[in-house]
């Protein structure tokens, strides 16, 4: 594996995987991370001078589309562009059949016969533009259908010029709280405890509460109590971890801390999953009793004597029971090996895949081809899939790390 050093972040890294290439073969002097720290993706200035060096053509209209497909696939995750979301993508994009040979020098050039198309279409999307603005600010069409027929550029202008409004200044659609409970008034909820109740809320849920909390986490554990049958040690602590998870989210939820929540959400559902602590669970366990003494009778009196807990009909000579173990054994396979499922689901799939290969080879050949046509946009839908792995492997080295 070659190597390449990085005299910015003085570090030796891959120079595959790691550094840009140029359009003559040459890598970057700077990793990829370094030589894009400073890309802001709606600005040409920060990143033209890169693609000069790389020599490669600048193309607005090409990198407005990835930028804007990035820009929208970010703001639903949460998340801003970096100097890496756009540039490697556009770099693929030059290097496909419509832009092969063609470098910084035909800049101009390719600019002009893509300007010349713009004009034509400027008046129309402007006026467009301000169309739907019109109709999102009176009502007629709602947020989703403005953010989706919007162009993205408009969009980033809004987002930049909205104010940032401080938390103090956001009115509280409660009123001013003066309703509400205050701090003294809350702090006196636990007040009428004894100090053996103290002690044995100390024990059994930690020190790292107040009493009003022991309040909260006793009543949540005493409901959960009632609404399950719950017998052994290991359940009753795994309910104990899931009231506290609780009083966490919720304090999480009303601080705002949706980060916070999400994580601790996740948990909680976990830890209800693992001990079957859901309201479907439970009444999938009720459903297994008569729940009147009416259903009981009536069903005494239709059979009558003692209702049978199970019932035998299959023959018991060795044959039969043979085939009973067989039917047991693969229904337990199928069932429990999950292996084998994942196995049949990656089948099916490879069928679909299969399927739809034969019939783009069919379109391919009656189109006049020998193979299947790449078009640019599976080009670019490949380097999203690319890039997406790679965030994803990134979080999972993070998550590592930190776990650590």
């Not at 010349?116 to 999102?136: D, S, Y």
């Not at 069409?141 to 027929?149: D, F, G, N, P, S």
């Not at 509280?172 to 003066?178: C, K, L």
């Amino acid at each position: 594996m070659a190597t390449k050093y990085c005299p910015k972040c003085n570090k030796t890294m891959d120079a595959d995987t790691k550094f840009y290439q140029k359009r003559n073969g040459e890598k970057t002097d700077l990793c990829k991370e370094c030589l894009t720290m400073h890309i802001d993706n709606f600005n040409p200035d920060t990143y033209v001078w890169i693609l000069k060096d790389l020599d490669f053509p600048y193309v607005p209209e090409e990198w407005d589309v990835i930028r804007n497909r990035a820009f929208e696939t970010a703001r639903q995750k949460g998340k801003e562009l970096n100097g890496m979301s756009v540039f490697g993508k556009y770099l693929a994009k030059m290097r496909i059949k419509q832009f092969l040979g063609k470098g910084w020098a035909d800049s101009e050039k390719i600019q002009e016969e893509y300007e010349t198309r713009r004009k034509q279409n400027a008046a129309a999307k402007e006026q467009h533009e301000a169309i739907l603005k019109g109709q999102f600010e009176n009502g007629e069409i709602t947020e989703a259908q403005y953010r989706t027929l919007m162009s993205v550029e408009e969009q980033a202008k809004e987002y930049a010029a909205a104010p940032v409004v401080a938390p103090e200044e956001v009115e509280n659609p409660y009123g001013d709280g003066s309703s509400f409970m205050d701090d003294a008034a809350i702090k006196s909820l636990g007040a009428d405890l004894t100090e053996e109740d103290k002690t044995y809320l100390l024990m059994k849920w930690g020190k790292y509460y107040h009493p009003w909390e022991w309040v909260e986490l006793e009543k949540k554990y005493n409901e959960m109590m009632q609404s399950f049958d719950i017998q052994d040690a290991d359940t009753m602590n795994t309910l104990i971890l899931i009231c506290k998870t609780d009083l966490k989210m919720n304090q999480a939820l009303d601080t705002a801390d949706i980060e916070g929540y999400q994580k601790l959400s996740k948990v909680s559902n976990d830890l209800r999953k693992s001990a079957k602590f859901t309201a479907a669970q439970n009444k999938e366990q009720n459903a297994d009793f008569v729940d009147s003494i009416g259903e009981l009778v009536a069903y005494c009196e239709k059979n009558g004597g003692i209702i049978p807990k199970y019932e035998i009909t299959t023959p018991q000579d060795i044959i039969d029971t043979v085939i009973q173990d067989l039917k047991n054994y693969t229904k337990d396979l199928i069932y429990e090996d999950k292996s084998l499922a994942k196995q049949i689901e990656d089948y099916l799939k490879k069928v679909e895949i299969a399927k739809q290969m034969k019939i783009d080879l069919k379109e391919a050949k009656e189109a006049g081809l020998d193979a299947v046509e790449i078009k640019d946009e599976d080009l670019v839908d490949y380097e999203d899939s690319l890039q997406e792995q790679r965030e994803q492997d990134a979080e999972m080295l993070n998550e590592s790390l930190g776990d650590e």
